[in-house]
């Protein structure tokens, strides 16, 4: 009788199977159940999920600046590069503005030249082949050249009052042209 109850009591134990345990004979002792979670390991757990969503967020903050700093960066080059030809725009203007100054000196002392030459003319001095040079590599316009070259062909002729009234006609053509 006491052999049929440790028999029981053995099936009972092994769910009634009376297989071996799995260590080769040995039995283990049961697992006991996870102690249940102290009040400091929940918050440090919720302080890890808190320093973790806060890296996230950061992590995101720095993509999101280096993408802006990026952005800023190619605005910088394209101001750098806007300052460039503003400045060389400047430049050019400038070239251009002291170009015409060059060239308006020019066409006054051509003009003075030719005042010159038409009173030289006047009083018969028909030595006015530098005045008329100068006239010519002066930049005017293609009606003052016209002008000095009939006053050429005139002067060429021996026509004095004729060469005076064409060197008059290129001065009002000059005067009138700027």
């Known amino acids: 009788m006491v052999r049929g109850l440790l028999i029981a009591a053995v099936l009972a134990l092994d769910g009634g199977t009376n297989a071996p345990p799995p260590d080769g004979g ?32 950061l992590e995101k903050d720095v993509a999101v600046a280096r993408q802006q700093n990026e952005q800023l960066q190619a605005v910088v080059r394209n101001l750098e590069s806007l300052r460039d030809e503003l400045q060389a725009a400047v430049d050019e203007r400038a070239r251009n503005e002291q170009a015409a100054a060059q060239q308006a000196a020019q ?8 005042m010159g030459a038409v009173q030289q003319l006047q ?33 060429d002729n021996e ?12 001065i009002t053509d000059a005067q009138t042209a700027r």
């Open 26 to 57: 040995v039995a283990l002792a049961p697992r006991p159940a996870p102690p249940a979670e102290s009040a400091e390991t929940e918050r440090l757990r919720a302080e890890l999920q808190t320093l973790q969503a806060r890296i996230a967020t």
């Open 107 to 114: 066409a006054r002392a051509a003009v003075n030249g030719l």
């Open 123 to 155: 009083t018969g001095d028909t030595d006015i082949g530098a005045a008329l040079g100068a006239a010519r590599s002066a930049s005017l316009s293609p009606l003052v050249h016209q002008d000095i070259e009939q006053a050429q062909r005139s002067l």
């Open 159 to 170: 026509d004095l009052g004729v060469a005076a009234s064409y060197l008059l006609q290129a």
